[in-house]
């Protein structure tokens, strides 16, 4: 990493400091945002997931061709039965944590909206990259970032939790309780207000609700 750091930074051209910050920042930003969409990616794959039947031992029938020199389209139509049976469908849906699932759908519409006036923002102003000093859209990136930087995990505690057999109520509450911080935070976010009440009961409420998770989810690995 440090010799190819080394590289970047000889076949970079030379510019001024100003511009190398917004470099870094820039970096930092696709960074984080890389992170961030990875999380949301696979965390579907931990709420949800279909359970597949037991495939029972396979004998070959007599006269049948064995499994190695079969015919590319027998191999194809096995595959595609795999991924059939694999599709998640109403009949046979197994949730393993339908309590997580519930918020998360529920977080991640608030998450779009809050995306989309992002969006929205930087098409009125005409600005691609960071606020420029666009106090409006400023604010408009914090709130979607400050979402980022903080659901995700307490949504993977809970369901670390409700995996490990937390009751319903806990993790209502946890729910709510972070559904209520994620829609107070947003509105109380300004940048000429830094003591709004509603800011400080969502950073307050997302904080409580991950510190209790976390509490939780240790207090269940030593009492195990």
């Known amino acids: ?14 510019s001024s400091p100003q511009a190398d ?12 945002t890389s992170a961030c969409v990875l999380t949301f990616a696979f965390l579907p794959l931990l709420l949800v997931g279909a359970e597949l039947p037991a495939t029972p031992p396979r004998t070959e029938p007599e006269g049948h061709p064995p499994r190695a020199i079969r015919s590319a389209p027998e191999r194809h139509v ?3 039965r795999l991924l059939i049976q694999w599709a998640p469908t109403t009949e046979g849906l197994r ?18 909206v809050l995306g989309f006036q992002v969006g929205a923002a930087r098409s009125q102003v005409g600005i691609s990259i960071l606020h420029g000093d666009d106090m409006d859209l400023a604010e408009k990136i914090r709130r979607h970032a400050n979402f980022i930087e903080n ?5 993977i505690l809970m369901s670390v939790l409700e995996l490990n057999g937390t009751g319903a109520g806990l993790l209502h ?3 709510i309780a972070l559904v209520l911080a994620r829609i107070a935070h947003p509105i109380g976010l300004h940048h000429d207000n830094m003591r709004h ?4 009961v969502g950073a307050g409420g997302t904080f409580l609700v991950t510190g ?7 207090w269940q690995f030593v009492s195990a």
């Open 197 to 200: 009440p509603l800011r400080a």
């Open 78 to 80: 096995r595959a595609s």
């Open 1 to 14: 990493m440090v010799g190819f750091a080394g590289i970047v930074s000889v076949l970079r051209p030379r």
């Open 21 to 32: 910050a917004m470099h870094r920042l820039r970096m930092r930003i696709m960074i984080e």
């Open 95 to 112: 949730m393993l944590v339908p309590i997580t699932a519930l918020y998360a759908g529920i977080l991640a519409i608030i998450v779009g």
């Open 151 to 155: 659901v995700p995990l307490a949504l």
């Open 212 to 218: 209790i998770a976390a509490l939780a989810a240790i």
């Open 173 to 175: 509450g946890l729910g």
